[in-house]
């Protein structure tokens, strides 16, 4: 049965399509997660089939897959450099402004492309409920292969592919959708402290809030939207009171064991975000266009863009595990190594 299951989601792939496509049906999207991922997998108590998250840092240019285990919670399996993303920190809110988007997006099985032109692909599903509400605009922003990026999330195409595969069994196990948070950086006191200048500070400090959830719970949020902004694992108080994203939000509770913890959380961060400050009060503001992995700008500035565009859609990948980083690529070396192991953070 969970064969026949696993067919039929594949099938539905292979038919639904998102931007980005070409015409000819090939085999990218039924392939097979490394064996040494599925090891990894193993040793953590996790199965192909059980439910993934995914977490975004446009500041990092890293992307992050979490797995449940068996104990019920979501662990970090591995983590992905991000070759290239478009824009600026900050949420996407017209057509055309090159934005990668920030916020809270469900992906499901009719949002993932396997006929993509950037080798596999999933689209966020931006605008969320919330952004159409506040009237942004876009279409099509993806996480997809290759190393371009126009309001995407551009990865290896191997990296890519262990993405997509991992969703595709996940969804074959039974989940209806995953939660990607899409985050402008690690939500640090450091980084909170670096960017306290920034005009998107409230908005990040709301994208906090469902970070911080996470973080505490090992669960996905459950997210909704009212007053303009994001709410977390929210339920009303009064029967047939709704959550409305322009109107004020109804009376509502979270776990009061969450909400502790969170509070708790807050306000030490919120501490160390005051000592940070003290010690460097000016703080210049001033970005680049997009951003890239470290290790893609080392590969980019040593050798150049053709050995760029070969590692990163020939085959090679480059992966880290989910704590201490050792870097992946040595001068001379034919490619990129793949240093994925397992982490249990």
């Not at 992307?63 to 824009?87: D, H, M």
């Not at 409920?129 to 506040?134: G, T, V």
């Not at 595990?321 to 953070?345: C, F, H, K, V, W």
Request: aromatic share 10%.
């Amino acid at each position: 049965m969970a064969r026949f299951r696993l067919l039929f989601v594949v099938a539905a792939f292979a038919l639904g399509l998102a931007g980005c496509t070409t015409a000819d049906l090939d085999t990218r999207s039924v392939q097979p997660l490394p064996a040494k991922l599925v090891a990894n997998m193993n040793d953590m108590g996790m199965k192909a089939s059980d439910p993934i998250f995914i977490r975004i840092y446009k500041q990092e240019s890293e992307l992050e897959v979490w797995k449940r285990n068996r104990s019920g919670q979501y662990a970090l399996l591995k983590t992905y450099p991000i070759c290239r993303w478009s824009g600026k920190l900050g949420p996407k809110k017209r057509e055309g402004d090159r934005q990668a988007p920030e916020g809270f997006y469900r992906v499901t099985p009719a949002l993932m492309n396997p006929q993509s032109q950037y080798y596999l692909s999933f689209n966020l599903g931006f605008p969320n409920q919330l952004e159409k509400a506040l009237g942004y605009e876009g279409a099509a922003l993806m996480v997809h292969g290759a190393c371009t990026s126009s309001g995407c999330f551009a990865l290896t195409d191997s990296g890519v592919a262990e993405i997509y595969a991992l969703a595709r069994d996940a969804f074959a196990g039974g989940q209806t959708d995953f939660q990607v948070q899409s985050l402008p950086f690690r939500m640090t006191a450091r980084n909170l402290a670096a960017h306290r200048e920034d005009p998107n500070m409230d908005f990040w400090l709301n994208l906090k809030e469902g970070a911080d959830q996470f973080d505490l719970t090992r669960q996905p949020p459950r997210v909704t939207a009212c007053g303009r902004k994001y709410v977390f694992g929210a339920t009303v108080r009064n029967q047939g009171a709704t959550f409305e994203p322009l109107a004020p939000c109804p009376a509502y509770d979270v776990d009061p064991s969450v909400a502790a913890k969170v509070a708790q959380k807050r306000a030490l961060d919120q501490a160390q975000v005051a000592e940070l400050v003290a010690l460097s009060p000016d703080i210049p503001m001033a970005y680049a266009d997009g951003g890239m992995n470290w290790r893609f700008r080392d590969v980019l500035k040593s050798s150049g863009p053709m050995r760029l565009s070969k590692l990163t859609s020939d085959g090679a990948q480059v992966s880290r595990p989910g704590a201490a980083l050792a870097d992946p690529y040595r001068p001379g070396l034919a490619g990129i190594a793949n240093t994925a192991t397992s982490s249990q953070q």
